[in-house]
């Protein structure tokens, strides 16, 4: 919601720009990475997704790589809109008593001048 | 399109209510989650399933209970509402195997 925003690091561009939102994660046993976006109000919304197996990935207007070695994520935004401003989390696997559930990270907030 | 529905938007209640909180997903999928979302400390697990009657605890279980009677419902419970408790509750699917999870809208509870 509206408070989610407080808190957390901010990457501010103009709409057009491109844009790198970073993450780094914690467990190099981590075989699968997720980016969410939320909007204020709404819940996160999956954007792309990656298995250790690759270091890149590309979707429409995005792309995630994967640097395994030093444990970092990005999420690249080409052409950034208005309608991109949100917060972004990374989120990893974690294996835990035979089950596997998603970590999330703190996330950036995003905002898009016109 | 798939749907994860939580029953309410907004909930206030009073300190010591019983409070459910309700999930419905309509995507047939195994798993469900229930995380808290607070400012500065992100989306947190507070508890998950993987099948119908079953359930495992998060990181957070404290104060919280679940049901999960049938596949497509998973049901949050604060047994005694605190102030503490106070947050956005997340409601989540997903398929077996390493999947994204749908999220809900959430639900924005306040406990006064």
């Known amino acids: 919601g509206e408070s989610v925003g407080l808190h957390l690091p901010t990457l501010s561009v103009q709409e057009g720009d491109n844009s790198i939102i970073n993450c780094a994660y914690s467990?190099?046993?981590?075989?699968?990475f997720i980016w969410y976006k939320q909007e204020s109000g709404k819940g996160p919304q999956f954007i792309i997704d990656?298995?250790?197996?690759?270091d890149k990935r590309q979707g429409q207007r995005v792309t995630v790589l994967l640097n395994k070695t030093v444990k970092h994520l990005s999420l690249q935004i080409a052409a950034t809109q208005p309608g991109d401003s949100a917060v972004y989390f990374c989120?990893?696997?974690?294996?835990?008593?035979?089950?596997?559930?998603?970590?999330f990270g703190k996330g950036t907030m995003l905002l898009v001048s016109p | 399109d798939v749907k994860v529905t939580q029953s309410s938007r907004y909930l206030v209640k009073r300190t010591g209510e019983k409070v459910f909180l309700e999930c419905v997903q309509d995507?047939?999928?195994?798993?469900m989650f229930w995380y808290r979302q607070d400012p500065g400390l992100g989306l947190r697990l507070i508890y998950f399933?993987?099948?119908?009657?079953?359930?495992e605890k998060g990181d957070i279980p404290e104060g919280y209970s679940v049901s999960r009677e049938k596949k497509e419902r998973f049901s949050l419970i604060l047994e005694s509402a605190s102030t503490n408790q106070t947050s956005m509750y997340l409601c989540?699917?997903?398929?077996?195997?390493?999947?994204?999870?749908?999220f809900g809208s959430g639900t924005r509870l306040t406990v006064v």
């Open positions: 399933s993987y099948d119908v009657k079953m359930k």
């Open positions: 995507m047939d999928h195994e798993n």
């Open positions: 989120a990893e696997n974690a294996e835990g008593g035979g089950y596997s559930t998603l970590t």
């Open positions: 989540a699917s997903s398929e077996q195997g390493l999947y994204g999870y749908t």
């Open positions: 467990n190099s046993a981590s075989d699968y």
């Open positions: 990656i298995r250790s197996n690759m």
